[in-house]
């Protein structure tokens, strides 16, 4: 094909192979795969980020200002990458970056820099916070939860379930709490951490299945990928998975396309309790760290958005392979520490 | 030879896991002029520190504001608000382009009154209005704004003794899903308070219940919570038509939109960014738009706007005093303004350029003021490029609250000036003096005499 | 006041103090003095020499010696 021979240069984040995993190099190694002289730009918050000195896999690196600096400056930062990169497309990998980066778009696109993203209205739907409203608005089960601001409105969630409870951040963390205590402790961490509200969510006892899909913003989910989590780290990741299939998952994903016209990609964090129901727990806006396994199930999620981006008509992709299986292993990857002072004094690498 | 330019030498650690600095240059841009005035020269003729206000951006702010609203919704007026910067010139310029008065003491009633603003264009808030000042409101027909209900009873009697039907408001406080909720002020909607004022005050005879009111925080980020709190205030406008056949004439949504400046402890996320003026606009003329008003009865929709409107008109200028290194190896800079004038800095993390070239070296530093006392710490941590005693500092976005909040403490407060739209430069405060500050000192005459 | 041994200087002013593992980035001026140090020169000749060759005067520079030292003890970089 035509298209997997031209110069492609993508920037993208998420280069945080860590233990608590960002996507990026899942969806730098498919893009590869599609795109063998794709030329990916890698853009990194953090001076650690493994993907920065991986470079078999990303070809330059530029430091980027964080989520919480005015979005002008990151505006300015991605002019001063495009002209000496020659930016096609960029993909964020980050709930925290993707509202800036939306906002942006207009901007991007007008210096040719293409994005494939969701509105602000479908991020905000999605929110920990409106998740409920939104899946009683669109007869999707979400475990009931409280928005709490105080420590008081524990003893709400006490009257409203009971434990145990998933105490969540605004932005990423989550606690299962046993006990009163432990709900407190865990209110008071994530709040100071990550600031208000804390959401606290009914538990749901089940089995943990992750679906990546991606979704062309006309209420339509071209490709969605099923794994159930074999192994599960302390940070409640998968480190094991496999991919499935079933009617039902597929049909809550269409179901989550057609009721918010979801442009791009997200994962939905499902759990089937004993009675076959399925709970929508969260929904990440942006592919899962365990992207590389749509791969391997025969729909290259990555490549397709690429291709998305370009106005590339799709054709129907076939049914996942079901029983692909990854194991996520973890690498010493030996630099020269003049890397990173390169890296940290001057922010490209 | 030539000689180089010198630098202080200055060594960096590289950290792990902490912000890069990459796309944040434009912060340490040396700032030379405001409005085509140049710092340095502002600072030789007015002293240092100095206070500038830019008259442009003023204006400027005001006509987008205005413009927001005015080209969503058919009534709009906005009330300056005077706790927000009180200095005569910068009341005058919001008159001038239109506004009315807010006022929230008998000390700000009579400003509104000297600067000549008539008496039913002042809206009187707040929960203490003293006696003089509540007559004088019932007497000039002014907007007056209920808190509670000794206030309002008070009301009541005052008129009796006035034979005036003073205009006036209630004051409603509401769960818009902003914490904490400022329930402090006026009467609570959801446990039903606002309605029996409501009630009492159309039964009073006595008061004419123009408008409602709510003023739910400061620096509010939540869109939603405006669209919640007039949707609120509608509700009751509403149900004082079907009940009372009563209409209510205007709905003032207050203020506490923010300005950009950054809260301190605040980390947004880019979620959590500063909503446009625009943004705000949106969903409070829509609510009211959609709440059912029959077309003649639509109220007109006041705003009480401040900080949004001057803070970044405001600037703080001021000089280096000198460096020093802590013990802990940190670098600590002292600068000639402290917190007792730029009081805003308890709360903000402001930003701060230098007033000349710099090259691009940075350093993390102390940002103490000239106080000697332990609490004169402007920011726990700037980065800064390096400087030396006797250069100049440009405070940006100071425009709220710091000419109104500062005190007088150690030092004296320092000269405000204006720069109009020409690039003149008009002096609106003068600096203070001992003698001003000493006026209203009285020395009984045993004390007049030190060595006896 | 002498600079540790083995401490690694590069062209571009980076600073790796090997027996601790910390990185430093300096300006040109750190770079200069600190590769004059690791030449062994005392304090007095490198003033002599910062003076001869930049716009500064004396007392600032003493102020700012003063600072440098503190800033390399931070460091851990002095060998005492």
């Known amino acids: 094909m035509d298209d997997n021979t031209e110069i492609l240069t993508v920037a993208l984040t998420g280069l945080n192979a860590t233990d ?3 996507p990026g190099l899942g969806v730098i190694r498919a893009l590869r795969e599609e795109y063998p002289k794709i030329r990916i730009i890698g853009l990194s ?19 980027i200002p964080y989520p919480t600096a005015e979005v002008g400056l990151l505006l300015d930062r991605i002019k001063y990458i495009h002209d000496k990169e020659n930016i096609n497309i960029i993909i964020p990998n980050f709930d925290s970056e993707l509202y800036n980066f939306i906002k942006i778009a207009p901007e991007l696109t007008g210096i040719g820099i293409q994005t494939f993203l969701p509105t602000h209205q479908q991020l905000e739907a999605r929110d920990k916070a409106n998740l409920y409203k ?25 009257e409203k379930f009971s434990y145990p409870m998933v105490v969540k951040g605004k932005y990423y963390d989550a606690y299962v709490a046993h006990t009163p205590d432990q709900a407190q402790k865990s209110f008071y961490y994530l709040s100071a951490q990550w600031g208000f509200p804390v959401i606290i969510q009914q538990f749901i006892k089940g089995t943990e299945i992750n679906i990546s899909c991606l979704a062309d913003g006309g209420g339509k989910a071209i490709s969605i990928v099923c794994m159930r989590k074999l192994y599960i780290t302390e940070k409640g990741k998968a480190w094991a998975g496999v991919t499935i299939d079933s009617e039902d998952l597929t049909e809550l994903a269409q179901k989550f396309a057609r009721a918010t016209n979801w442009r791009g990609s997200f994962e939905l964090e499902v759990m089937r309790d004993a009675n076959e129901q399925l709970f929508i727990m969260e929904v990440n806006p942006r592919f899962p760290a365990w992207i590389y396994l749509t791969v391997a199930a025969g729909q290259n999620q990555p490549a397709m958005l690429i291709k998305l981006t370009q106005k590339i008509s799709l054709p129907p992709v076939p049914a996942p392979t079901t029983g692909k299986m990854f194991v996520r292993y973890a690498w010493d990857h030996i630099v020269d520490v003049s890397e990173f002072q390169q890296l940290t004094a001057f922010g490209e690498l | 030879m030539e000689k180089l330019k010198y630098e ?19 912060a340490f841009e040396p700032v030379k002029y405001i409005d085509e005035v140049p710092v340095k020269q502002l600072i030789e003729k007015f002293g240092s520190p100095l206070f500038v206000l830019s008259e442009q951006r003023i204006r400027r702010n005001y006509r987008a504001a205005v413009r927001a609203f005015s080209t969503r919704y058919p009534k709009v007026q906005f009330a300056w608000s ?23 003491s008998g000390f700000e009633y009579h400003k509104a009154i000297n600067n000549g603003i008539p008496g039913e264009q002042i809206i009187f808030n707040g929960p203490y209005k003293d006696a003089e000042a509540l007559n004088l409101a019932i007497e000039n027909g002014s907007l007056i704004h209920i808190d ?23 004051r409603v406080n509401m769960d818009t899903g902003v914490y904490p909720v400022w329930d402090r002020f006026g009467f609570n909607y959801e446990n039903g308070q606002a309605w029996s004022t409501i009630t009492k005050v159309l039964e009073s005879g006595v008061l004419q219940l123009a408008g409602l009111h709510c003023h739910i925080g400061t620096f509010v980020l939540s869109v939603n919570a405006y669209k919640a709190a007039a949707s609120k205030l509608c509700d009751l406008a509403m149900k004082c038509k079907s009940q009372h056949n009563h209409i209510i004439q205007y709905l003032d949504m207050g203020g506490g939109f923010p300005s950009v400046n950054t809260l301190k402890g605040y980390h947004p996320s880019g979620a959590d960014a500063i909503p446009s003026i625009d943004e705000y606009a949106e969903v409070i003329t829509e609510t009211i738009l959609n709440a059912g008003f029959e077309k003649d009865d639509l109220p007109l929709l006041i705003l009480e706007t401040g900080r949004a409107l001057i803070d970044d008109a405001g600037y703080l200028l001021g000089t280096v005093v000198a460096n020093k290194r802590l013990s802990d190896g940190r670098k600590a800079t002292i600068v000639d303004f402290g917190v007792n004038v730029l009081f805003t800095s308890f709360w903000y993390e402001h930003k701060i350029s230098p007033a000349q070239d710099a090259t691009q070296h940075t350093e993390e530093t ?20 390096l400087l030396n005693a006797g250069d100049h500092l440009v405070v940006h976005k100071v425009g709220a609250y710091n000419m109104t909040q500062w005190m007088q403490f150690i030092n004296l407060r320092p000269a405000v000036v204006l720069i109009d739209k020409s690039s003149n430069v008009h002096l609106i405060r003068q600096p203070e003096t001992l003698e001003y500050l000493q006026t209203p000192e009285l020395l009984p005459d045993y004390l007049k005499i030190v060595h006896g | 006041m002498k600079l540790r041994k083995n401490i690694a200087t590069s062209e571009n002013g980076f600073i790796f103090n090997p027996a601790t ?39 600032q520079l003493d102020k700012d010696w003063e600072d440098w030292m503190l800033q390399l003890k931070q460091a851990n970089l002095l060998d005492e």
């Not at chain 1, 918050?45 to 430091?63: A, C, F, R």
């Not at chain 2, 890069?20 to 240059?25: I, L, P, T």
Request: glycine share 6%; net charge negative.
């Open chain 1, 20 to 22: 608590n995993p960002g």
């Open chain 1, 45 to 63: 918050y953090d001076s650690l980020e493994p993907g920065i000195y991986l470079h078999n896999w990303v070809d330059k690196t530029y430091q």
């Open chain 1, 134 to 158: 939104f899946g009683e608005m669109h007869g999707l089960n979400v475990p009931t939860d409280i928005i709490a601001y105080s420590a008081e409105d524990i003893k709400k969630a006490e």
């Open chain 2, 8 to 26: 202080r030498p200055l060594i960096k650690k590289m950290n792990t896991g902490i912000p890069n600095k990459f796309g944040q240059k434009a």
């Open chain 2, 82 to 104: 005077y706790k927000t910067n009180y200095l005569n010139a910068v009341c005058n310029i919001f008159h001038q382009e239109g506004s009315w008065a807010e006022v929230v």
């Open chain 2, 148 to 170: 509670h209900f000794d206030e309002l009873y008070n009301l009541i009697t005052l008129c009796k003794s006035h034979h005036k039907k003073p205009k006036v408001a209630v």
């Open chain 2, 366 to 385: 102390v940002l103490y003021g000239p106080l000697c006392m332990n609490i004169d710490v402007l920011r726990e941590s700037v980065n800064l490029p």
């Open chain 3, 21 to 59: 593992g910390d990185s430093y980035s300096g300006n040109a001026i750190a770079a200069e003095i600190l590769s004059m140090m690791k030449n062994g020169q005392i304090a007095e000749e490198i003033k002599a020499t910062i003076l001869e060759k930049y716009d500064a005067e004396p007392n």
